[in-house]
């Protein structure tokens, strides 16, 4: 049986398509990739593939973590006050 949460066949190649999208981008940029899919799978999963959307939200938020695990730590809380707030728009106020 094929694994769709995992290795879908739709991704099949010579390498796995999150192996070069993480290779492309920071380690910043990868956990932010991986928190936009977690929160798609996480909004949609009563509407389009029920448990197997939750367990792709899963698999994300696990590269997710190992992603920020291997980000600079931001020790200095100066720092933070230079990132733009982020905008949830209408749909969380």
């Known amino acids: 049986?094929?694994?769709?949460?995992?290795?879908?066949?739709?991704?099949?190649?010579?390498?796995?398509?999150?192996?070069?999208?993480?290779?492309?981008?920071?380690?910043?940029?990868?956990?932010?990739?991986?928190?936009?899919?977690?929160?798609?799978?996480?909004?949609?999963?009563?509407?389009?593939?029920?448990?197997?959307?939750l367990k792709k939200a899963q698999v994300y938020l696990q590269w997710a973590i190992e992603s920020a695990e291997k980000e600079p730590f931001v020790q200095d809380p100066a720092d933070l006050r230079q990132l733009e707030p982020y905008d949830f728009g209408d749909d969380f106020k």
């Open 1 to 53: 049986m094929e694994d769709l949460v995992n290795h879908p066949s739709h991704y099949a190649g010579n390498i796995e398509t999150i192996d070069y999208i993480r290779d492309k981008l920071e380690p910043s940029g990868f956990t932010d990739y991986c928190i936009g899919n977690v929160m798609k799978y996480i909004s949609r999963w009563r509407k389009k593939d029920g448990k197997q959307d």
